[in-house]
């Protein structure tokens, strides 16, 4: 007997439009030669392939939540071409999940071919990989302690609907601001599409980019209308430059 397929008939998901074809959300950073990744949602794997990502010099969390983790498992791949562990950035907080969710990989005794993995403690003090720089941005996806990143003049935020005034500071001069924007209403744990572009237009970079968008914004083209012209609507792909 068959198992039905339920799936969501809405514009955005029955779309042809490419940039309507979302996956979780997640960035990489390319610098100085080396690869770096912040989060890996469950689509980790296909990304790195699609990407043709052959080496990686750290992934980085910004919280715990099974859409930006659930892929760590597939760093052994990384593991088996660069012969060395991989190096992860995470708070504590985030470290006590990680260990929770992946116990094989911190087992006393391992299973052949578990992740191999160098765990880095991170705070709100800036870090430094190498030669790069990396500026934590504490922000609030409700009542969650969640990190944006910052690299030279370009800013990375998911998963938020606060940003303390202190942290504010840091986003200031900033070239490119990737902010998420869950959806065009309110949401108790993420910026609405309007209060997403306000912080954008507040914080005045040359340029902004919506992340983190569900099937409820509706379709790309027809949101991006709509969007001030330094405002633009990301989408799985893209490339920046800063």
């Known amino acids: ?30 610098k100085n030669g080396s690869n770096f990744v912040i989060d890996s949602g469950p689509d ?3 990304q790195m392939l699609r990407a043709k990502v052959t080496s990686l010099r750290a992934l980085i969390f910004t919280h715990e939540h099974k859409d930006h983790t659930a892929g760590m498992d597939d760093v052994r791949a990384f593991n088996w071409i660069q012969r060395e562990k991989v190096n992860i950035y995470a708070t504590e907080r985030v470290e006590k999940a990680l260990r929770n969710d992946f116990h094989y990989a911190f087992a006393d005794i391992k299973y052949p071919g578990v992740p191999e993995l160098e765990i880095h403690n991170i705070t709100k003090q ?16 409700h009542k969650l302690r969640v990190l944006g990143f910052r690299i030279d003049d370009f800013v990375y935020i998911t998963d938020v609907n606060h940003i303390p005034e202190e942290e504010m500071k840091k986003l200031k001069g900033c070239d490119t601001l990737v902010l998420s924007a869950l959806r065009q209403t ?21 340029k902004g980019y919506l992340t983190h968008i569900s099937h409820q914004m509706g379709r790309h083209k027809d949101v991006s209308t709509a969007l001030p012209d330094n405002v633009e609507i990301a989408y799985d792909g893209l490339e920046l430059t800063w």
Do not use: W
């Open 186 to 206: 309110t949401h108790i744990s993420h910026f609405s599409l309007e209060q997403a572009v306000e912080l954008i237009q507040r914080v005045k970079p040359r």
């Open 44 to 46: 980790f794997r296909y």
């Open 126 to 141: 800036p870090f430094r990989i190498d030669d790069v720089d990396f500026i934590p941005v504490e922000v609030m996806h």
């Open 1 to 30: 007997m068959g198992v039905p397929v339920i799936g969501c008939t809405c514009e955005a998901c029955t779309s042809s439009d490419v940039k309507d074809n979302r996956l979780r959300c997640s960035i990489l950073i390319q």
